[in-house]
């Protein structure tokens, strides 16, 4: 008898370890979460008190048809928008990337088949989605910061440190396009290694996606790192298209 109530006191204590160690892994959402997000939204917003503080209203002169402000800026929440016009065809950074990205957005529910982490913050499970997102994420602030801060008159761009005007070595640089020939080959290499690669050195998430699933994974993926290397090439090379068509440019 004293055995079975041993053996019943040391189950029950195992139990409540190994639902302490469930705990510690995964965190309920209550209180922990609610905290978090309390403490990140009281920093976020003392952030932007003191910010607000420092700066002054950006109100500028009264509006005159006779005389556009230059720069003339979008809003914060489309000034990143803004910026990308610097470096694609207006129809395609104004209609087609925001399109690709709302899309793909809507896509991960259904593009991602990982059982792992469901309902969780888990990072672990899910580095891929995660690092990729949060990749783009940062490339869309990043063309914010650029065009709220970085874009002066004429919408030439200037370090932080550097004071804006028309003159000197911010003069407009002469832009090129690449034969189109050349541009395809590249593009072509581009995809084609873009959609080898995964599989020839077994990743792990190519291997968890089937034909369709993996074509559009890795078709959206190419196309977002696709944007940096476009600044790249306007940034440093001045080229402005890669392929000019009467219909479109890119």
């Known amino acids: 008898m004293a055995e079975e109530k041993t053996e019943a006191v040391e ?19 209550w209180p922990e979460l609610p905290f978090k997000e309390l403490m990140s939204a009281i920093l976020v917003m003392a952030l932007l008190i003191v910010w607000a503080l420092w700066l002054d209203a950006p109100l500028g002169e009264i509006a005159t048809p006779s005389r556009t402000e230059n720069p003339a800026k979008a809003p914060w929440y489309f000034i990143g928008l803004q910026e990308i016009l610097v470096y694609f065809d207006p129809w395609y950074s104004g209609v087609v990337m925001p399109s690709i990205i709302m899309v793909g957005l809507m896509a991960i529910p259904y593009l991602d088949t990982n059982p792992k982490g469901v309902g969780e913050y888990n990072f672990k499970s899910r580095k891929f989605i995660m690092i990729n997102f949060l990749i783009g994420y940062f490339m869309w602030m990043f063309a914010i910061v650029v065009g709220q801060f970085m874009r002066g008159p004429s919408w030439l761009f200037f370090w932080p440190w550097e004071p804006w005007d028309d003159s000197g070595h911010h003069a407009e640089v002469v832009l090129k396009n690449i034969d189109n020939n050349i541009s395809l080959i590249a593009l072509g290499i581009y995809f084609a290694l873009g959609f080898i690669l995964p599989k020839l050195f077994k990743m792990k998430w190519a291997k968890n996606l089937d034909f369709m699933r993996y074509s559009i994974v890795v078709t959206l993926l190419l196309l977002m790192y696709m944007v940096p290397v476009k600044v790249v090439l306007r940034q440093i090379f001045h080229v402005r298209y890669l392929i000019t068509t009467p219909w479109f440019n890119i």
């Open 11 to 29: 189950e029950k204590a195992a139990k409540k370890a190994a639902q302490a160690k469930k705990k510690e892994r995964n965190p309920y959402v």
